[in-house]
C-alpha cells in the first residue's frame, strides 16, 4: 500500500499508535468545540428562540416553555451552545475523521479529503435542516392537537431531548451518500450489492424513522422514511457511477500495459 511521506500503514502501526492518533484527533475536535462553544453561548439565547419556535408557533400567544428546576435555564443554553458549536465546527471535526481513517488509504485516495469535508458538512447541515423545518414541527402539532383538551406545561428539558433526537439523528443518517461514496471508492459496496439489498434497506430504514422521531404514527415516520430512501436511490446512483469510473480506468491501464 502507498502512503503519504512520513505516514506508516495500518500494518506498520501499533494497537497503541492507533490509540495514541485517535487520542489526538479527539483531542483537536475537543479543543474546536471549546471554540465554537463561545461564540454559540453568547447568541445561546437567540439560537434557542429559533429552535423553539416549531413548538412555540403552536402555543397560545405570549405562552413560554417551562422549568422544573433552578439550574434548567442554565443548562439549556450550555447545551444549545454546544449544539451551535457542533454544527459550526462539523468541517473541523468531519477533518479529524479523515485524518484519523488516512493512514488507511491508498495515496491516491487521499486527495479525496475535500470532497469528503464538503460532503459531510454538507448533507449533516442538510439533515439538520429537513429535520428543523419538515419532521419537527410536523410532530409538534402532532402531540398538540392530541392534548386539545389540556392546558401545555412543556419543560425546556423535554423539549430540548427531543429537538436533539430529531435534529442529530437525521443530520447523522443524511450522511449515507457521503458513506456510500467513499466505500464505493474504495470498492467495498457495489450498486449491484445496493439494489439486491433493497427490500433489507426498506426495513431497515423505517426501523430508523421509528427511533429518530418523536411520534408513533405513520405518517410522521413516512416523512422521515420517504427521503431516507431517496437518499438510498442517490447512493445507489453514487455507487453506479463510482464503479462505472472505476472499471474505466481498469480498462484504460490494461491497454496502456498492452
Partial sequence: MRLGKGRKSPDEMTFLEHLDDLRKRLFYSVVALIAGFIPGWIF??????ILARPVTQYLPAGTKLAFTSLTAPFMLYVKVAFL????????????????????GLYQREKKYVIPFVMMTTFFFSLGAVFGYYVVFPWACRFFLTIASDFQPVIT???YFGLVLKVLLGIALVFELPTLVFFLAKMGLITAGWMIRNFKYAVLLVFVLAAVITPTPDIITQSIVAVPMLALYGLSILIALVVGRGKAKARRAGTERAG
Avoid at 445561546?44 to 428562540?49: C, F, G, H, L, P
Avoid at 451551535?84 to 468541517?91: G, I, K, Q, V
Fill in 84 to 103: 451551535a458549536s457542533l454544527f459550526l465546527m462539523s468541517p473541523f471535526v468531519f477533518l479529524q475523521l479523515w485524518y484519523f481513517v488516512a493512514p
Fill in 44 to 49: 445561546s439565547k437567540e439560537i434557542y428562540a
Fill in 156 to 158: 425546556v428539558d423535554q
